[in-house]
């Protein structure tokens, strides 16, 4: 009877342990959707294991939303799923608890992207700091004013970014700007004259609202007449009702950060996604905003050029503008059971 007894007591406090991890890993779920990703395709899916031992959260690339022209290699699909892993880890450390990481834990699944397990240990305090910036990190399609992150930032920026396996490169002086713009505008043309491109472009902003993804209206600017910038950002405003004002058009950029990493294979991707968002998270925790510019990264021939002039032959994985700019509304996000599949939760 007293062997019945001590079996049930810690039966009970198994099943009450299992709920625990549960919560923390669905929170976990909940906060990495709100990750960027390109187009806003939300290219991932995580199954929940609270009850295995060790208790653990798969990472999972669906590749059904990769774009065929902005991505046909899976390098930013990829780079968006990296994004949602650490905002994964930093939810986990929030609650207090230690992780390990596998990344590409299973050649025979090639989608299961990582694997976040709990841990004991004291949790990551760096990534814990984090935790309130998940849900205030917005990409900002405004012009930007000010100045940009002094030196003493752009260490601390670099370090979150090293700190993921990459590498963070401020762009400063004329000539490089020059360059970035010649390269931009050369990337942002080639796409333009592609009809595939066009036809993609207009499906990922075209969304209906029950779809929870893509660009909607009211998160990028309204274009008006010919007015470009140096460094043109991407026109989503296929239908011309974005909802922010338009661009000033003027080409200033108050800061502008090149993410490399030493390779470029799927794993360097997938880093280079981490360290993105952990880049992100700490300029949004500091009152900073930023903005990706990407064309130049997916044409091959201007991401080559970058990569022998400007990062000294690491890969170029992200180009950040960053600055100052009043918030902008947040972007649609699929619900959760759309994206946690095979729910192994108690």
Request: proline share 8%; aromatic share 4%; charged share 25%.
């Amino acid at each position: 009877m007293a062997e019945f007894a001590r079996t049930t007591a810690v039966s009970a406090v198994d099943e009450s342990f299992d709920a625990w991890a549960a919560s923390i890993l669905t929170d976990a779920v909940d906060r990495a959707v709100l990750a960027p990703s390109v187009h806003n395709t939300q290219p991932w899916s995580f199954r929940i294991h609270p009850a295995d031992h060790p208790r653990k959260l798969d990472v999972r690339v669906d590749r059904t939303r990769q774009l065929g022209a902005v991505d046909p290699t899976g390098r930013a699909l990829v780079q968006s799923v990296g994004a949602a892993l650490l905002t994964a880890r930093v939810a986990v450390a929030s609650h207090g608890w230690a992780t390990t990481t596998r990344r590409l834990p299973d050649p025979a699944d090639p989608d299961l992207l990582a694997v976040v397990e709990l841990t004991d240990g004291p949790a990551d305090a760096a990534l814990a700091a984090l935790g309130t910036a998940v849900t205030a990190r917005h990409t900002n399609r405004r012009s930007f004013g000010g100045d940009g992150p002094d030196l003493a930032e752009q260490q601390v920026l670099r370090a979150a970014a090293v700190a993921e396996g990459a590498d963070l490169l401020p762009i400063t002086g004329g000539e490089q700007h020059r360059l970035l713009a010649r390269l931009s505008q050369l990337a942002d043309g080639r796409q333009h004259q592609d009809p595939a491109y066009r036809a993609e472009l207009r499906r990922w902003t075209n969304r209906p609202p029950s779809a929870g993804d893509g660009i909607v209206p009211t998160a990028v600017a309204r274009v008006v007449g010919a007015a470009r910038e140096d460094l043109p950002g991407r026109d989503f405003d296929t239908r011309g009702d974005g909802g922010l004002p338009p661009s000033s058009g003027d080409g200033a950029e108050v800061g502008l950060f090149l993410l490399t990493t030493v390779d470029d294979d799927e794993a360097a991707w997938l880093r280079s996604g981490e360290a993105l968002q952990r880049v992100l998270l700490e300029l949004t925790r500091t009152g900073w905003v930023a903005s990706p510019l990407t064309q130049v990264l997916e044409d091959p021939q201007t991401r080559q050029a970058l990569r022998t002039q400007v990062s000294w032959g690491s890969w170029p994985q992200s180009l950040l503008r960053v600055g100052h700019a009043p918030p902008t509304p947040a972007t649609p996000r699929r619900p959760q059971e759309e994206v946690v599949v095979d729910d192994g939760r108690p």
